[in-house]
């Protein structure tokens, strides 16, 4: 992935955490730690997860991700890269 294709999915993605999932404003960055932190709860990471195959445009097995996958927003990335296959 690209660094611009990178920064701009990272930063959707923590528009969306925000906005969507934490409500409030608050300060993230791309290693901000979201689980581990109690920022948000494992039931977030279900719509996020959705979210992250939006707007990577790849389809991401829930089956192979963990919770430590998801705690930052560079981690949910990688993940994506790692497990995810493109959408046809």
Do not use: C, H, W
């Amino acid at each position: 992935m690209e660094e611009a294709q990178f920064r701009e999915y990272a930063q959707r993605i923590i528009d969306y955490v925000v906005r969507e999932v934490i409500g409030r404003p608050v300060e993230l960055a791309v290693d901000t730690p979201l689980v581990s932190s109690g920022l948000i709860d494992s039931l977030a990471l279900v719509n996020i997860l959705q979210y992250l195959e939006d707007v990577t445009r790849m389809r991401i097995p829930a089956s192979k991700v963990q919770p430590k996958d998801m705690d930052t927003v560079a981690l949910m990335l990688a993940t994506a890269q790692r497990v995810g296959k493109p959408r046809k």
